[in-house]
């Protein structure tokens, strides 16, 4: 039987971390192969596609105009993620949209009614916990820890470069390419993971937000906010660049960061701690102590490059991707309701100011 090839374009080198981590990881996967990539950083540009061997384009829409593709993965900076990703879904193209998702709601309503207009196949990058966590989500789903009552979120990093090494965040804290800081570019995937390891909207925020470490950025690099959901449980995350060692931007290395999760269950708890090992915890309902579990990968066996692998079965068996591009612009509304909560200094409620049109 003879396996389809899925041709692949990258548009933007702005969030250069996810760019580099999928051509990386297409090395040994053999659904699809990347063929171009378009930025308009000449330097950046011919880097990135001189390392891959791929044609390079300084034109998003001629990219699209003379390559044939199937699938385009966007890690433009946030301010050109929604012009894109209408560009590329009335092209016909199968997506993979950055994170966030739009600087305003305005722009993710543009962006869902394109890629539903078009009908192509959608993942936004902010539901990947959706794909990481899903051996845990199971957990949940079968009791073990019986209902879960409470999540605790803990993400601090260093703040992002806007380029390996370069030593600056660049774009990543200009105001006028982002909707906010460390808050949102760390937490939104977390937001978006409470929707689905609980199962129920998010009801309303309270938030706070601070320069800590960075005090002279025009974006906050610190944020913590409660989360009350329409279940009744509560999440709480703190989202922050407030790591500066060995050196003050990052990647510093990521052992050195703080990332962990821990699930409050009525009859249990699990906590995960990345760049640990062991680094699960579990008291399971009925045990008599915790139980400490390596989070091992199959040996040997080549990586597959999420989301992108995802997405192709998605495609292949027409199914709906794990998290879909409406479900980023729901986890994108509970982040700008958090804003609002740091800026008035209040409780802010979700509905129906935050809800979709229609």
Not at 220 to 240: H, R, V
Not at 277 to 304: I, K, N, S, T, Y
Not at 308 to 333: F, K, N
């Amino acid at each position: 039987m003879t396996t389809r090839k899925w041709r692949l374009a990258i548009l933007g080198l702005g969030h250069w971390y996810s760019a580099y981590n999928l051509a990386r990881g297409l090395a040994e996967y053999p659904k699809a192969e990347l063929v171009a990539a378009a930025w308009h950083d000449a330097p950046q540009l011919e880097a990135f596609t001189r390392t891959f061997g791929i044609k390079a384009y300084r034109d998003y829409a001629a990219l699209l105009e003379h390559e044939r593709v199937d699938i385009i993965h966007i890690a433009t900076p946030v301010a050109e993620i929604c012009d894109v990703t209408i560009l590329s879904a009335r092209a016909g193209k199968h997506l993979i949209v950055g994170k966030p998702m739009a600087m305003t709601l305005e722009q993710a309503d543009r962006m869902v009614d394109a890629v539903e207009a078009a009908g192509v196949c959608c993942f936004p990058f902010q539901g990947i916990m959706r794909l990481r966590l899903a051996d845990l989500k199971a957990r949940l789903d079968a009791g073990d820890i019986g209902d879960l009552a409470v999540i605790h979120q803990t993400c601090r990093w260093s703040i992002a470069e806007d380029w390996y090494r370069s030593g600056t965040p660049g774009w990543f804290v200009d105001p006028d390419r982002v909707p906010g800081g460390a808050f949102i570019d760390e937490g939104i995937y977390w937001i978006d993971a409470f929707r689905w390891l609980t199962g129920a909207d998010i009801l309303d925020v309270e938030a706070r937000t601070a320069n800590i470490v960075h005090r002279s950025l025009s974006v906050e690099d610190w944020g913590q906010a409660t989360f009350t959901m329409s279940n009744g449980a509560i999440a709480t995350l703190e989202a922050s660049w407030t790591i500066n060692a060995p050196r003050t931007s990052g990647p510093s290395p990521k052992q050195n960061s703080v990332v962990r999760l821990e699930l409050v269950g009525t009859r249990g708890e699990i906590h995960d701690q990345w760049f640990r090992a062991p680094g699960r915890a579990v008291l399971a309902a009925g045990a008599r102590d915790w139980v400490f579990e390596r989070q091992a990968e199959e040996p040997f066996a080549p990586g597959a490059p999420l989301p992108l692998a995802h997405l192709i079965e998605c495609v292949e068996h027409g199914r709906q991707p794990a998290a879909t591009i409406r479900d980023a612009r729901t986890s994108l509304a509970a982040a700008f309701a958090a804003y609002q909560s740091a800026r008035e200094r209040h409780r802010v409620s979700l509905a129906p100011k935050w809800a979709h049109r229609g």
